[in-house]
């Protein structure tokens, strides 16, 4: 059985950078897509981006281009998301889902599409 677990949250000022990564545990196969989300108090669950494993193709919600880059070692099952000049706005807990039927190419950021999800990474950001 797949799990997720999430890594490298912290409390940081506006303007720091943070690298949350993502270790999947077990076999990750061709069809899987694994994707980051936040979730901020009282708001609901957003899609930040996510990547295709067979052939590592990436795609961002608007309010992260720019500032947010993922990126993947496929040797250590490992997702990584780049986060630079944060701002208050994004402090959230960050999840990290997968899931193992994804169409070729296709990036799905409706959460419902994730079977598998971590326990999340919080990010605060102070002024």
């Known amino acids: 059985q797949l799990h997720v677990t999430e890594s490298g949250g912290g409390l940081v000022q506006s303007g720091d950078s943070l690298r949350l990564s993502c270790v999947a545990s077990g076999y990750i196969n061709s069809a899987s897509v694994l994707s980051w989300f936040r979730q901020a108090p009282g708001e609901e669950r957003e899609f930040v981006g996510g990547l295709t494993w067979r052939d590592g193709a990436i795609y961002y919600a608007d309010f992260a281009k720019g500032r947010f880059t993922i990126s993947r070692e496929g040797a250590k099952n490992t997702l990584f998301l780049q986060m630079n000049n944060l701002q208050p706005e994004d402090t959230a807990t960050y999840y990290c889902?997968?899931?193992?039927?994804?169409?070729?190419?296709?990036?799905?950021?409706?959460?419902?599409?994730?079977?598998?999800w971590g326990r999340g990474t919080q990010v605060t950001v102070n002024q």
């Open positions: 889902a997968l899931t193992s039927a994804g169409a070729a190419g296709v990036i799905y950021p409706s959460s419902a599409r994730y079977n598998t």
